[in-house]
């Protein structure tokens, strides 16, 4: 009798059966593919009590050695591609994988040199090398691998001996008669979410709630005609789960790494899941565009934000649209966004903005356009979906209803969240999510099984969220302050939101005011300051122009404008050079490690609070 598959695996195999006959093969081929992938690893010892850490950037090989591994009933550990070598270390020596797969020739020089060290730290016995992302090992990277595997093999055992280092393509060949052992229910997935003061936290949820997860996102509304892409990455816990539903609901799935501005116009999907700098980024390719051609464009495409705020108020419900209305919204979807739109590609009709606040502008412009933008709200201690707003019930009021079985409470400001699947293993090697602890504060300890998120909002009827902002503040604690720290995450968003600016930190919520530090975007500023003639040696020299600083300093004003003195940006500096993974400054999803960049930039905070400033 066949052992009963896993919940995960048994609604892709039904998938199979519903989904459209293209979206069909290509799960189908990739079902296969996992099969084969967790024979070959069963050939070579691996067994359900094993852990599979994947390194590498997103591709169809990614998810194949993903569902391969847990057929086999191994846990796997999604390490972010762009995670530093410190922390790649520590995952790999305090989380001891038997398994380490990577690509060629992906961080190389960082897996080897972390290898030689391994042994008295390290369950390590192989390393599965990906060569292609067209399924697994189709590309041509032969060579890539090759090399890599060579490389990989003098660290592991000395020598030339390939016996602890093999190709995916050769995994899949030694189990090509398919895994037809137990698909384990138990296996668990391994995430991590990256703090914005540097820590790396980690938490482990078995497949049963995974599958509650899942169950939650059925309000994403995917249908099998989308075409679905991700700018989360697959080793971003949300963007996993995305993956999955995806693939459940039939729909086609894209597998494409890189910027949002480049993938976005080439593969044209119907759906799009990005944090909100993906939005921004697309928003300001828009408006680079529009201001770039002048004349019709541009007015095109600021018809399409006036557009936008009058419809985002009959999206809230504020007033029916009349004719006059209906006949502009219907004239923009079909003529204003094919002449402007060109960066969203064209067939784009909704959006799931996931993990942070978006500006209002943005948000707005988008629906102008007849892109239905929806958004969500999650953490890693609980689950990476909490609260849900769908495409389909787009609100502009910042509000998060919750999902089913989600709780919220205030205490101390702070927001604190229950699920049914709470207390994921944590993993204390790895600092992880703490514990469900009783609440303190507010005099009561009945709260017994809410986790403190550490983020601040407040909580309307019903568990509604309103006003969700990441705390900044490197204890944790509000204070005094936190009406400004409330505001911080709103104001980088609205700073952001301008085509000129790549990024932007605000702080001071713990002086007289508040400062900024912002980065510029390359594109927006080349095409600023040659339409102006100015000239640099370098561009980085471009950010202590005069003009330059003129440009900042109005988008700083506008943003500022019309909020309590509490709330302004009193003083900003633009630097050089943006915030890079390679210094620290950005977190392995992106994200701005708010540690780091006040640390590499103290002595220049300190000069905004200084009177010789």
Not at 85 to 103: F, H
Request: proline share 6%; glycine share 8%.
């Amino acid at each position: 009798m066949s052992s009963p598959l896993s919940p995960l695996w048994e609604r892709l195999e039904r998938a199979v059966e519903l989904a459209p006959p293209e979206n069909a093969a290509t799960l189908g081929r990739w079902l296969a593919e996992a099969r084969a992938f967790a024979a070959g690893l069963a050939a070579l010892g691996v067994s359900e009590r094993d852990r599979v850490a994947i390194y590498a950037d997103d591709g169809p090989d990614w998810l194949v050695a993903d569902l391969g591994a847990q057929r086999l009933g191994c846990s796997v550990v999604a390490v972010p591609p762009s995670l530093a070598s410190g922390a790649l270390a520590e995952v790999l020596v305090q989380l001891n994988p038997a398994v380490l797969v990577t690509r060629a020739p992906h961080g190389l020089s960082t897996v080897t040199s972390l290898l030689g060290g391994r042994r008295d730290a390290s369950s390590l016995r192989l390393v599965v090398v990906l060569t292609g992302r067209d399924g697994v090992g189709r590309d041509g990277s032969e060579r890539d691998a090759a090399a890599t595997i060579e490389a990989l093999s003098r660290v592991l055992v000395g020598s030339s001996d390939s016996s602890q280092v093999v190709s995916a393509q050769a995994l899949l060949q030694l189990g090509a008669a398919g895994y037809t052992g137990p698909a384990r229910p138990e296996s668990e997935i391994i995430g991590f979410s990256a703090a914005t003061r540097g820590t790396l936290h980690s938490a482990a949820w078995p497949m049963s709630a995974v599958v509650a997860q899942l169950d939650r996102l059925v309000g994403l509304e995917l249908t099998s005609s989308d075409v679905v892409w991700s700018d989360l990455g697959l080793s971003h816990p949300l963007g996993r789960l995305v993956a999955y539903r995806t693939l459940i609901d039939g729909a086609r799935l894209t597998l494409v790494p890189g910027d949002a501005r480049t993938v976005v116009p080439q593969i044209e999907p119907t759906y799009l899941f990005g944090v909100p700098r993906t939005f921004e980024a697309l928003f300001a390719a828009c408006a680079i565009d529009a201001e770039r051609a002048g004349g019709l464009p541009r007015r095109l495409f600021r018809w399409a934000q006036s557009l936008g705020d009058d419809m985002s108020y009959v999206y809230e419900g504020r007033y029916e649209p009349d004719v006059v209305l209906r006949i502009r919204h219907r004239l923009t979807r079909r003529l204003v966004a094919r002449r402007i739109a060109v960066h969203l590609g064209r067939c784009l009709k909704r959006a799931m903005c996931a993990t942070g606040a978006i500006s209002h502008d943005i948000l707005r412009y988008f629906h102008g356009l007849g892109v239905s933008v929806g958004q969500s709200y999650g953490t890693l201690a609980v689950s990476p979906v909490t609260h849900l707003v769908p495409p389909s019930r787009a609100r502009f009021d910042g509000a998060f209803p919750p999902v089913a079985g989600v709780e919220a409470r205030i205490v101390d400001g702070r927001l604190w969240l229950s699920a049914p699947e709470l207390a994921p293993s944590a993993l204390p090697p790895v600092q992880g999510p703490a514990s469900p602890v009783p609440m303190e504060g507010a005099g009561s300890k009945v709260n017994a099984g809410f986790v403190d998120t550490g983020d601040l909002a407040e909580v309307r009827d019903g568990g509604t969220l309103k006003r969700v902002r990441r705390c900044a503040r490197d204890d944790g604690e509000c204070g005094q302050a936190g009406q400004a720290l409330a505001s911080v995450a709103e104001l980088e968003a609205e700073l952001t939101a301008s085509p000129y600016l790549s990024r932007a930190f605000v702080t001071g919520t713990d002086g007289p005011f508040l400062s900024a530090l912002v980065t510029l975007d390359s594109v927006a500023i080349d095409t600023f300051a040659r339409e102006r003639g100015i000239v640099v040696r370098r561009a980085s020299d471009l950010a202590r122009r005069p003009e330059i600083y003129a440009l900042v300093n109005s988008i700083v004003a506008s943003v500022s404008a019309n909020r309590p003195a509490f709330e302004a940006i009193r003083k900003f500096a633009v630097l050089d050079s943006d915030f890079a993974h390679a210094t620290g400054e950005l977190t392995p999803f992106g994200g701005l490690c708010r540690d780091v960049v006040a640390r590499r930039h103290a002595a220049l905070i300190a000069s905004f609070y200084t009177e010789t400033y």
